[in-house]
């Protein structure tokens, strides 16, 4: 598969979780509607949230990511070392230079962000910047600018805020069975009232697994690719490989480490939680070991 083959991909993979949730919501809209007694108004009310997420995912995925994580812009003058690196990696990989952010975590990670290369950002930890070598943080930023080059930044940007919003749909549908239950607890809704709270709990409880399926899915394959792609644009495995040795040594989690953005991370930000018991089956990372010896491998 060409690059030109994995941005198609990722391209329609976007529009695809797009339309799917946009389905999914309407459905929803439209049965809390029907049972409530308030015809398509449940299903206008759908529709113009369908319309409003869509957009924000869109277009404000990236503020919401980068604030999220307590990202912080610099420029030139700021941080001349991480400046300069970035920009000439970008000469080298053929991108235009991101906004660079700096997070304020002694935790060694980093993460980009966007909807395409013209509009995308790099956030780094601070500690990331103070305990690599030069070789390993140019393996970990052309790392990022893969994802960047490759469209992974548009299709992983859109799953941070529809799958928090399926996530929400759980917890409202739940409301719509209780307002819904009062209102039709005189006019005997028995057996529909019945279906209804079975439904709204199955969808309660899948609804987080179905929305950690789509980052799973989506974020292990993403990460080989970045890693096989930034070694091209470095020319220089081993950077990168001894990098991600060092990332999980560190093993602590984020202060501001969130499900909803943990897929972004070139690292899982929960450290060492997210290798123990159940966790580590949903983890939305492969195992470094693994990718440290496809690396090396090269």
């Not at 000439?88 to 235009?96: F, Q």
């Amino acid at each position: 598969m060409t690059t030109y083959d994995i941005i198609k991909s990722n391209k329609r993979r976007s529009f695809f979780l797009i339309a799917v949730f946009v389905i999914l919501v309407l459905a929803v809209g439209y049965f809390a509607g029907y049972y409530m007694g308030i015809g398509y108004t449940g299903l206008s009310l759908a529709f113009g949230l369908a319309v409003f997420m869509t957009l924000l995912s869109f277009f404000r995925g990236d503020s919401i990511a980068l604030w999220t994580a307590g990202a912080k812009p610099i420029g030139k003058k700021d941080n001349p070392y991480v400046y300069r690196l970035v920009e000439n990696l970008c000469i080298t990989a053929g991108l235009p230079r991101p906004d660079i952010y700096i997070i304020d975590d002694q935790a060694l990670n980093a993460f980009a962000t966007g909807r395409d290369p013209d509009h995308a950002s790099l956030a780094l930890t601070s500690g990331l910047v103070d305990k690599l070598e030069n070789e390993e943080l140019e393996g970990v930023i052309a790392h990022e600018l893969s994802h960047i080059k490759n469209y992974d930044i548009r299709l992983m940007t859109i799953v941070i805020v529809l799958v928090g919003t399926i996530m929400l749909i759980g917890h409202w549908f739940i409301r719509f069975r209780i307002i819904g239950g009062r209102r039709n607890r005189s006019s005997g809704g028995g057996r529909l009232g019945g279906i209804l709270m079975i439904v709204s709990l199955v969808f309660l409880i899948l609804s987080p697994i179905f929305a950690k399926l789509i980052q799973f899915a989506i974020s292990r394959k993403r990460e080989y690719l970045a890693d096989a792609s930034g070694s091209l644009i470095t020319r220089y495995p081993e950077g990168l490989a001894n990098a991600l040795e060092k990332i999980s040594q560190y093993n602590k989690p984020m202060k501001k480490a969130t499900s909803a953005t943990a897929h972004l991370f070139i690292s899982n930000p929960f450290g060492a939680k997210a290798k123990k018991g159940f966790k580590k089956f949903f983890s939305t990372h492969p195992p470094v070991e693994k990718r440290i010896k496809a690396l090396r491998n090269m």
